[in-house]
């Protein structure tokens, strides 16, 4: 294995056209896996590192970045910040082509486990952690650089290091949904680096608490509260509030306090932008490429919609940076990733963190007018304006509908017509699947108490997402057009308000609500500067949510089908409900769906209407025949990869065997 320690790579700023990446210092370069080949592209090597940038407050392409041109400058008048990174690309030069960007999803590596069928690491090294080797067969160099300023303090974490406005002050949110009586509640989300607060002793912040997601607020007297400070009367960190009294299950809890030095949180998106142009367009860098592909997942999906919104897949020298997108379970959303006081990792749920900027109309690459603020644009009319436009698969899993407006992406905001993509997008839902795969079989611990249900839906949504890639990677590269767009429709009665969905499985409750995306008022400041001075927000009118409809098995109808469906042995529904809280109960579960077996008989006393397995298949062997159908269906719409044939036949094959233990 070959290393090489800290080879310096420098760039100087030659002109303003070009001044974005200004230096690379790659620390680390080798080999991998002692030079194992894959495929016909060879072996492959692996640089990890720190990217530099330096931007121009006054170049056009650079304004949309929120408070820019508040931030500190260098001699030449330049903003600068700088990131880990880390390529994997073949080692033959002559094999470099596409680069495959994943925006890390709150600084972590998902590429290789969701692709390559690997187990994830944050320090990619060993065999198991390049999997089937999918992405390097397909000659991709794969891209990961830090983007979030405020993920956790942890080895392996990808990080951009952004400037701060010093003595900049204004109103910060934090919000708990407190399932278990705690004495202390952590100001950041998710263990993400919280804003400083300005005089941790001052009456000015503000909590409160309520019983429900709309239910009035009630002040938290200031005495019983307090923010934890070291001895000089600084925040401690991680960023905590204590309540020696505890503060009680059952609650949604919220703080609004003045912070201070907000970072400069929308260079972000610049080093996206920066350093995929960088390796298209500069010769001397160390990872060329001549075409990119961007890879969100959930968080970072909702990051590359609002990327392609503001208008950032256009360098500052006018030229594309990202050919396609593969956009994966983001639903309608987009997030904090360009305002003062920002908190990128906040997301929105049905109920948890509420009402943060995350689902705000346009929702559809479509121009539209929403009828009630009169605003019209669509999510692409900055993208498009390049030529050529950019490729863009967004994929959703059915949670997404549920939890995460996803049907507002192809219908009118009152949710009665369907609205056809662009000719360059497409529109994919991978039907009756979580926001994530789990594992198989279900746990005893996750078995929900009076049905015969569980928590957790283990539909393999992956085998259908590598498929999907590859057909992008064709349509950037050899322009191969993928598959038509898959989805429920109003028009056929497949996507259906939740009132209107059919319901036939005893000992579970009904879905009554799903979440809502709302016309919010964040103060005066908001659209125009990026400032959100009213909180909590007022909110407004609720756009219509849409869900996919269910068929007689109790799957979803429209999208893309699965070997599950198609040969259904279960209902793999896309949401979970909140049951046996101290709080919040009837409300969705944020991220999960519910596995609910088929009965094996025939019951003509059961109400439950659903087919048995018995009706369904006079076999196993017939079952099979049915998976081996659904298999050659699927592969033969490009859904389905051959080389995953034996291992969605495995999992359906071990669903059987585990329903008739």
Known sequence: MRR???????????????????????????????????????????????IFFALDPKNPFNRAIVDLDLATKNADGRVEAWANFMVLQPVDPKKRGTALLEVSNRGGKASLSYFNSA????????????????????????????????????????????PRLAGVEGLVRSDWTVNRTTTRLDLGHRNHIAYSVVDPASEEHVLTRRSGRLSKREVVPRESWEFIVDGEGKLQQPARIFCPKGFQAGYIYELVYKGKDPAVVGLGLAAIRDTMSFARYDESCPFPVKRGIAIGISQTGRFLRYFLYRGFNIDEQQRPALDGFLIHTAGGGRGSFNHRFGQPSRDAHRYSAFFYPTDLFPFSGRKQKDPVSGREEGLLDRANAQSPAPKV???????????RVASLIHTTPDGQKDIEPLPNERIYHLASTQHFSVGFPPRDRDRIEGAEAYKGNPSDLLTTEKALLIA?????????APPASQYPTVADGSLVPVSKLSWNLPGLPAPTAAHEAYRVDYGPQWWNEGIITKQPPELGKAFQTLVPQLDAAG??????????TLAPLASYLSWNLRQGMAGGNGELTDFY????????????????????IEELYESKDAYLKQVDAAIEQLTEQRFLLEEDHARVRTRAEQTWDWLHR
């Open 4 to 50: 090489f320690a800290l080879i310096l790579f420098a760039f100087s700023l030659v002109s303003v056209a070009r001044a974005e990446v200004v230096r690379v210092e790659i620390d680390s370069r080798f080999v991998v896996l002692e030079g194992r080949e894959f495929g016909d592209v060879g072996a492959y090597e692996r640089l990890s590192g720190k």
């Open 472 to 480: 992008l990677q064709d349509w950037v590269e050899k322009d191969v």
């Open 593 to 612: 769906g519910t596995f609910v077996p088929l009965p094996l008989k025939k019951d003509e006393s059961s109400k439950d209407t659903r087919p048995s």
């Open 555 to 564: 799957n979803e109808r429209g999208g893309i089908p699965s070997v599950e």
């Open 119 to 162: 187990r994830g690491a944050s320090e990619p090294m060993a065999a198991e952690h390049f999997g089937d080797g999918l992405l390097m067969r397909r000659g991709l160099t794969v891209i990961w650089v830090g983007w979030q300023f405020d993920v956790p303090d942890r080895p392996g974490q990808l990080r951009l290091h952004v």
């Open 393 to 403: 698969f967004y994929t959703n899993s059915g949670y997404e509908y549920w939890g």
